[in-house]
């Protein structure tokens, strides 16, 4: 069964910066692309970025240039770094392989 468990979620000032934690199991880590999601209150899901098995990247046009999706093999690991964060950046951030999710964290920023 796999399984995603995210951490590293909290409350930062607008232009702060966070980083996202993915921990993968049960499953060939090196083999899978895994995605970022996340979901606003009021609002539906909304996809993020996707890390590709062989590093690819992609990422909605709203965050390019702030947020970068990185993996780490080794560790069985997807991070999500977001720099320059925004109000609008709020939201339950949720990691994501095939039907897999996590359970989310939660993201807020605000003064």
């Known amino acids: 069964q796999v399984q995603l468990v995210e951490s590293g979620g909290g409350l930062v000032q607008p232009g702060g910066s966070l980083r996202l934690s993915c921990a993968v199991s049960?499953?060939?880590?090196?083999?899978?692309?895994v995605r970022w999601y996340r979901q606003a209150p009021g609002k539906q899901r909304e996809w993020v970025a996707t890390?590709?098995?062989?590093?690819?990247?992609n990422y909605v046009d709203s965050v390019k240039g702030r947020f970068t999706i990185s993996r780490d093999n080794a560790k069985n690991m997807v991070y999500l770094q977001m720099n320059s964060l925004r109000p609008e950046d709020t939201a339950v951030y949720y990691c994501?392989?095939?039907?897999?999710w996590g359970q989310g964290t939660q993201v807020t920023v605000s003064s």
């Open positions: 890390v590709s098995s062989s590093g690819n990247t």
């Open positions: 994501n392989e095939m039907t897999y």
């Open positions: 049960g499953t060939i880590f090196s083999a899978v692309t």
